[in-house]
């Protein structure tokens, strides 16, 4: 146990610090991800017939220095007749000493399939930017040199893609949003050593509704996570719907938490969603408070959609 405690007060700068290895799983994970698709999967811009901006904001594992802390904005509008989707997405995302921050343009073709059901096609193309301030670390000794230099907006490009199904009470996706590999090496004690290393993630996301009642509906979802280096992670969410303005759902991560959720709608066009996860998966549960999600999203009606008071209060 005191070997584990030590672990995880070195962690962040193992992170970057490890010779030759790099965490895998650099991709955030968000509880809220169902409404936070376009991050995942580029053919999700343009699907909900309007213009939509989203914000989310995670603070992980409280009270443990170090800790990840990341915000994401996107936005995303149909054009042409929404047969396309234009969207733009950015991220920063601070673990320990490394800051990662990424802007990514967003492209999609929707194609009919029927007359309630679209398949899209999309791809993003950005960049992303990692700096690193080792110097902030406290050291038992100060005057370690390994420490002395710091890595300002290191550029690194990256391309995605997408595939995206959906309809009025059904959705399912395939995504790979980073499909460029790249390694950012530095130097400790005159040999060169892997800092950070950019791996492939590949993203399956999935939800359906079922109408219980008049009034309540239940929407499950997943998503699943997968990337080399890392167990394959798959979150399972349920949700329960009342009168499509009130939610409140449990979601599990596997190998890692479980959690809650709950939000609701303003004016049919503002969405206010938080949700709280709990580490009873794994041993660090002992050592933060769980980690706490806010998600804003609002949507400007379209011309041709603002007499539809019911377009905003779907369920994707």
Not at 85 to 114: Q, V
Not at 130 to 142: R, Y
Not at 196 to 206: S, W
Request: with cysteine.
């Amino acid at each position: 146990m005191k070997t584990f405690k030590y672990f995880l007060q070195a962690f962040p700068v193992m992170c970057l610090c490890l010779s030759n290895h790099a965490f895998a799983q650099q991709q955030s994970s968000f509880t809220n991800y169902m409404y936070n698709v376009q991050t995942y999967n580029p053919a999700y811009v343009g699907s909900r017939q309007a213009i939509s901006v989203v914000g989310l904001y995670r603070l992980q594992w409280v009270g443990y220095d170090g800790a990840p802390k990341t915000q994401t904005i996107s936005v995303s509008a149909p054009i042409a007749k929404q047969k396309l989707g234009l969207g733009l997405s950015f991220e920063n995302d601070k673990i320990g000493p490394m800051n990662s921050t990424s802007a990514y343009a967003d492209f999609a073709y929707h194609l009919p399939l029927t007359e309630k059901s679209k398949l899209s096609f999309g791809t993003k193309i950005g960049v992303n930017l990692l700096s690193t301030s080792l110097s902030s670390v406290k050291l038992d000794d100060p005057n370690d040199v390994s420490f002395n230099s710091n890595m300002q907006n290191k550029a690194i490009p990256n391309v995605g893609f997408g595939m995206y199904y959906y309809s009025p009470k059904f959705y399912a996706g395939i995504s790979t949003p980073q499909i460029l590999t790249k390694t950012v090496s530095g130097e400790y004690q005159g040999q060169s050593m892997n800092l950070y290393q950019q791996k492939v993630h590949f993203y399956m996301i999935a939800g359906t509704v079922f109408n219980l009642t008049e009034a309540l509906d239940l929407k499950p979802t997943m998503l699943t996570k997968v990337v080399a280096g890392a167990p394959v992670q798959v979150d399972l969410t349920t949700t329960l719907i009342y009168k499509q303005l009130l939610y409140a759902g449990i979601m599990v991560r596997t190998g890692e938490s479980v959690g809650g959720l709950f939000g609701f709608m303003f004016s049919n066009t503002l969405l206010f969603g938080y949700s709280y996860d709990w580490t009873i998966l794994n041993k660090t549960n002992s050592y933060h408070y769980g980690s706490h999600e806010l998600v804003l999203r609002y949507d400007f009606a379209l011309k041709k959609n603002r007499n539809n008071k019911n377009l905003f209060l779907g369920y994707f």
